[in-house]
């Protein structure tokens, strides 16, 4: 017990300071350009919008491809791209980069469903009383799927924490490194329970957040 109390003494605040840092990263990277990926994909579906089945089916190949591939080998296939933006392949900046690319294709069909579920009634009355395409995106489609989109960046964030823990088998730092070096390489059974609930608990809380920013901006 005490052996486990002095590890995480030593370790567990940079390791929850690691992973703070590539959940935040990814998590930008994935509110900007996976929101705008998501709503290439639903603008140019929408035969009410600007329909447009040759970028549809780029878009949607690129996120497809990037989800079909398990997050593990992502992290191992992007080693050379981490290597040239990030000039390293270890450290938790490092594993923001497979992180983000992750992130962005998840959250990118989170985001199209989320504007998926706007009903067609409210779009077409926006956009026969003559309201240009900017103002239908911003006014009638963001809003309406407020509640939606919410709920995808929560699911996004909880998702990240799990593959951020991932991160540590190839040295990018964070809780789940902290788990795999000691709870698993050095049997630190207590190190191993201690992570296991910490993430438990980020996790929850979050959910609990997200859940009930949703529910109140539900019309």
């Keep these: 017990m005490e052996q486990t109390i002095n590890i995480l003494k030593q370790y567990l605040g940079k390791a929850m300071g690691e992973t703070a840092q590539m959940v935040s990263i990814a998590m930008v990277a994935s509110l900007l350009l ?11 579906e929408t035969p009410l919008l ?7 089916r780029i878009a949607g190949v690129v996120v497809n491809v990037i989800r079909s591939v398990p997050f593990v080998i992502l992290l191992v ?8 933006i990030t000039g390293t392949t270890i450290g938790p900046i490092a594993a923001s980069v497979p992180l983000s690319f992750s992130a962005i294709a998840f959250h ?5 469903g989320a ?3 706007v009903d067609t009634g409210v779009l077409e009355s926006a956009i026969a009383s003559g309201a240009p395409l900017h103002l239908v995106l911003s006014d009638v489609v963001f809003v309406e799927s407020l509640p939606g989109l919410i709920r995808a960046i929560t699911v996004t964030f909880v998702s990240l924490v799990g593959y951020s823990a991932m991160a540590g ?5 964070g ?15 207590g190190v191993m329970a201690v992570t296991v609930i910490l993430l438990v608990v980020i996790v929850q809380i979050a959910q609990v957040i997200g859940d009930k920013v949703a529910a109140h901006f539900m019309r």
């Design 175 to 189: 809780i789940g490194d902290l788990a795999i070096q000691f709870g698993y390489y050095r049997y630190e059974t």
């Design 108 to 112: 990118a069909r989170l985001v199209e």
């Design 115 to 117: 504007f998926t579920d």
């Design 50 to 56: 600007v329909q447009n089945k040759f970028v549809n």
């Design 34 to 44: 996976g929101t705008l990926i998501g709503l290439i994909l639903y603008v140019t």
């Design 169 to 173: 088998i190839v040295g990018g730092g």
């Design 77 to 84: 296939v992007l080693i050379p791209l981490t290597k040239i």
